[in-house]
């Protein structure tokens, strides 16, 4: 028996391609994905410019935030790697795998891709985006990567302080020496 999630893709109303789980329900609404998204968008504090999002669900979501946040990092996660092939055997997945911007990875290297993408100093904040479908799917993988995703801002927290740290030290001394 596959560990996967997904069964197959539907055409929502709005001719956007959906996912649907085994359970038979989908990811996205079956009518309007793309509206969905810019509501989910619209509700996001503009000052957000790092994401990880939890399933990609159709790409939606992804492409909103392209369109309209300033050198946006993305990371989508999904729970495994027969989830995460699903994904990438879709057409707008693998138009969105040639955007620098946006990551794939799985639960297993998840806290790898957050150490070494995400940049406070760069980007700020991350919002951690979930979609509610998704989280029913994999309720038994949430609180593990839960920890994951805290391990890894802890990580980056750490190492985020200490660059502070010894940033102002070693500004200190460039300036001090400057002169010589």
């Known amino acids: 028996m596959a560990k ?5 893709r539907e055409i ?3 001719g956007t391609e959906i996912p649907v789980f085994k ?11 793309i509206a969905e998204a810019k509501r989910i968008f619209s509700n996001l504090e503009k000052s957000y410019r790092a994401f ?6 159709s790409g939606a979501l ?17 729970n495994s790697n027969e989830d995460l092939n699903f ?19 799985t639960k297993e290297n ?30 038994t993988s949430l609180l593990e990567i839960q920890k994951k995703i805290n391990h890894a801002l802890n990580v980056i927290s750490a190492d985020y302080s200490v660059q502070c740290h010894f940033g102002k030290i070693w500004t200190q001394n460039i300036i001090s020496n400057l002169r010589t």
């Open 110 to 139: 998840l806290y790898y891709t957050l150490t070494e993408n995400y940049l406070p100093a760069k980007y700020g904040a991350l919002k951690i985006l979930e979609n509610k479908a998704w989280n029913l799917e994999n309720k």
């Open 52 to 57: 990880l999002i939890l399933g990609f669900g």
């Open 62 to 78: 992804i492409n909103e935030i392209l369109q309209n946040q300033d050198s946006p990092m993305i990371i989508c996660m999904e």
């Open 12 to 14: 929502a109303k709005d």
């Open 87 to 105: 994904i990438l055997n879709s057409l707008e997945a693998e138009r969105l795998r040639k955007e620098k911007k946006v990551l794939f990875c």
């Open 23 to 33: 359970s038979k329900k989908s990811m996205e609404s079956r009518y309007a994905p």
């Open 4 to 8: 996967g999630i997904y069964d197959h």
